[in-house]
């Protein structure tokens, strides 16, 4: 059994299917990165996945275990495996860097502020923000805030963490020091899916790419393949347009 198994996921918005019978597998410790154009499904996908969009059919199981999106205590149960970052940081801007981090586990998971404490400054140590633990969010860069919106998500502790377009709200000049921190986590052993439009980082981390187009999954493989070698002509039409030419 695969970490996670995502098996003929439809969704939709207001009766417009965005998901059309998607099914992936994923193994643990797997950096899986999903690409494609502009509405093809990616963060539908993760917002899914996550539970904050609802599935119309379809299964998901995280080590085995159904995912049953229409009961609370099954999404729930599923946020303390998985956790999300998106494209916004979505900082609580009146609490510190150390409360964004600390309010999670001591609300939903109980732990001990004390232990919470001790795991967030881990936490910002790992992500290089050791010294702005008793900043708020106004104070930091943009790429600064959404390291603090990865070690928030990894203060639950998941076994998955998803990835939205995490470097697409930063400058230029912001996006390296946050794929430096994703790099440090893809070599942890956490299980990665990240959705991105920096494709020489993508063919750098990944262990799988996926291409996505029209809500479904057009092709799966290594980037040496779908950079490559792509067998899929709409993957091949998507790279050449992108990277220049195959």
């Known amino acids: ?26 193994d643990k410790g797997e950096v899986v990165s999903l690409i494609g154009p502009s509405g093809s499904g990616k963060s539908t996908l993760l917002r899914v996945l996550i539970g904050l969009t609802p599935p119309s059919a379809g299964a998901v199981h995280v080590g085995g275990e159904a995912v049953d999106y229409g009961k609370r205590a099954s999404v729930a149960a599923l946020r303390r495996r998985m956790s999300i970052v998106f494209q916004q940081f979505n900082l609580f801007q009146n609490m510190t860097v150390l409360g964004n981090i600390t309010i999670a586990p001591i609300k939903t998971r109980g732990l001990a502020a004390a232990a919470a404490e001790a ?12 010294d702005k633990a008793d900043q708020y ?48 986590l893809a070599g942890g052993g956490i299980t990665l899916i990240l959705v991105s439009h920096e494709m020489h980082f993508v063919r750098e981390i990944s262990t799988r790419v996926v291409m996505m187009d ?28 992108i990277v220049g030419g195959l």
Do not use: C, K, W
């Open 214 to 241: 029209a809500g479904a999954v057009v092709e799966t493989g290594p980037p040496s393949q779908i950079f490559g070698e792509p067998e899929a002509a709409r993957t091949r039409a998507f790279i050449g347009s």
């Open 119 to 130: 795991r967030a400054r881990a936490l910002l140590d790992n992500v290089g923000l050791a």
């Open 137 to 184: 969010p106004d104070q930091l860069s943009g790429g600064q805030q959404q390291r603090v919106a990865i070690a928030r998500a990894l203060a639950m502790d998941p076994e998955i963490l998803l990835l939205d377009e995490v470097t697409s709200a930063l400058d230029p000049e912001r996006v390296g020091e946050v794929l430096d921190t994703i790099r440090t």
């Open 1 to 26: 059994m695969r970490h996670l198994e995502i098996n003929d996921l439809t969704a939709g918005y207001g009766g417009t299917p965005i998901l059309r019978g998607v099914s992936l597998g994923v």
